[in-house]
């Protein structure tokens, strides 16, 4: 009889196929997002799972959809994967919105935001996010970064009874960050008027070039100009008219503007203006209502309170103020200066008041000499041109006053020995001088003269763009 055993090692192979269905482990049943935590600029998370699609057997996925505000952001940011027990190791990188296939368990990823050119590097990151087998864990992140936009627009007023006309495209626009030297640094961003430029949250000064075809440019400079986090929106419309009366003079020095130290005089035409009562009188930058007539007017920059012999000073005559009408006027004061600037710190704490400063001509005796500078306690410090020695006494709490010396420091127009010291340490050491990139170069004087219904505006002043008037050299007082 024969026999019907069946052979015994195709049986075995059998077996494990047949208790596990012949496809791998089970996909998960209770699927869950789990309970990440953001940090840093990852303010949100929200999570759910969705059935994974076209998944390798023994994986699941992880998908994370980022958002700033109320913006998607994914391709502007870089993600990395971490196991969560080991966020220094690196399992993949990718962006936002881009799919990861993962064994089962916890994951960390470090997100690096990068807004602009100009706004980037923000950093956050997520724990304790989960990956099921079997499904796709959705994650919505919810990013507040440092970093806002500013838009500036412009426009002219040509005529009162109709809407003013936008200038954006004649307006070149130059953004520093506030503390910057406009002089040495270059513009953290620059470019046409008009549109939002998105930068890192702080605070910014503006110039503004307006060039009309024909007519000699006009600049604004705009301080203090603050952007917010989170995309915060700083919006700030100008008029570049004048007012329909009253005189502006803007006040410059080798195009800096300094309105804040500078007042106008109105004097008589002749006057003594050392001596003379003024007419009327006012800030740089501001409007000044005065009689029509002829005025010598005296315009008088002071650098700061503890240097008035470095005053700038010029003299404006026949200056004509219409019937009718404003005059906007801007000029340059043309006065070469450099800046000693000092920070002294003691174990972080300032200690300017304990710090002398004497600034000698260089060659000059420091004891018998006349000093340039002579001033306890330490700041901005305005100097003329030159080359000196300049000499620093520190007087800490407890000790001997302390002695440094900084011999043949190169200071020309524009120039800027900046210095943060710490008394605690025995020797002093100099950083180089700060110089502008070129030679520093006035603005170019305008006049502008609106407003007025009849001729008397147009005889008592030159028209836009005119050169200014021959006898604008000042005159001995």
Known sequence: MRSSRIPLLPLLLCLPLAACGGKGPKKAENADPGAPLGEGIVQEVRGAVEE???????????????????RAVNQKVKVS???????????????????????????????????????QGFEGKVAAMKVNLGWTTRYHLGLNAPVGQIRMRFHRSVDPSQPPTPVNDKVQLSIWKDGDEPDIVTPFWEG????FVSLPAGTYDARATYSEPGELPTVEWFHDLVVAGGMAKTERDVDLEVDTSGVRIDVFNYSRDVNPRTTIYFFNPGANVQAAVAKASGKAGEVIKVDPGTYDVLVTYQPSDDTPELRGEKLLEDFQVPERGGVRRQIDLEKPL??????????????????????????????????VLDQVGVGEHFIPVGTYDIYLTYRPVDGAPRKHAFQKVELGNGFVWAQTFEGTVEKWEALPVRRPPEPLQPITSLQIVTGGDDDSAEEASPAEGASPAPKEEPKKP
């Open 192 to 195: 046409p008027a008009g549109d």
């Open 52 to 70: 994974g699609k076209d998944l390798p057997e023994g994986k699941g996925a992880l998908l994370l959809d980022i958002f700033h505000t109320d």
């Open 338 to 371: 450099a800046v000693a600037r000092l920070k002294i710190t003691d174990s972080g704490q300032d200690a300017g008041e304990r710090t002398d400063i004497r600034v000698m001509r260089t060659g000059a005796d420091p004891d018998a000499g006349t000093a």
């Open 81 to 119: 994967i971490h196991p969560d027990g080991d966020p220094g190791a690196v399992l993949a990188r990718g962006e936002g919105n881009q799919e990861f296939q993962l064994d089962p368990g916890l994951y960390r990823a470090s997100l690096t935001y990068n807004e602009s050119d100009l706004a």
